[in-house]
């Protein structure tokens, strides 16, 4: 019977496993690097054009971190993400529509971007971005949406309620 030294094993399977699932390049968001105090929504997306989490519930002023993971495998050009939270009372198809003809700007209106509370970026496949903000003060619903084309007219938005 052989004898096996193995107190350097375990460290070097799970620095290997962990490296395997998030590796160097990964961007998955992590809960540790949140404010303190911030609550984390951590929200999916892929090809078929639809959030994960379609409503965010809030107190007035509450500290929230939104995390968006693109998970779909479609190139970047025919299928980005990202998330647009509008102020209350905004026409989030009137800025969809707006964003149809900004690729320039990631498809983010400049004429309309004082309607926008905080908003991630376009994501491509396998890519994950992030925001922290704190809730408006004002109870209400304010509609979250993606502003790649046709995205919002295919069902992706979501609200959140301040109350």
Partial sequence: MHTI?????????????LLSAFGPQS???????AT?????????????????VT?????????LKVTLTNLGALPKEAMSH???????????????NAAVPAKATDYM???????VLAHIDMLGPHQSGEVEFNAPTA????????????????????????K
């Fill in 5 to 17: 030294k193995t107190g350097w094993v375990r460290p070097v399977l799970l620095g290997a496993l």
């Fill in 27 to 33: 961007t998955m968001p992590s809960a540790a690097a």
């Fill in 36 to 52: 303190p105090g911030a609550r984390v929504v951590a929200i999916t997306a892929n090809d078929t054009m639809k959030y994960s």
């Fill in 55 to 63: 409503a965010i519930q809030a107190s007035p002023g509450e500290a």
């Fill in 82 to 96: 990202n998330w647009v939270l509008l102020k209350a009372g905004s026409d989030a198809g009137a800025f969809s």
């Fill in 109 to 115: 209106p400049a004429a309309l971007m004082d309607e």
């Fill in 139 to 162: 109870p209400g619903d304010y509609v979250y949406l993606c502003t790649f084309p046709a995205h919002y007219q295919v069902g992706m938005r979501g609200t959140l309620t301040v």
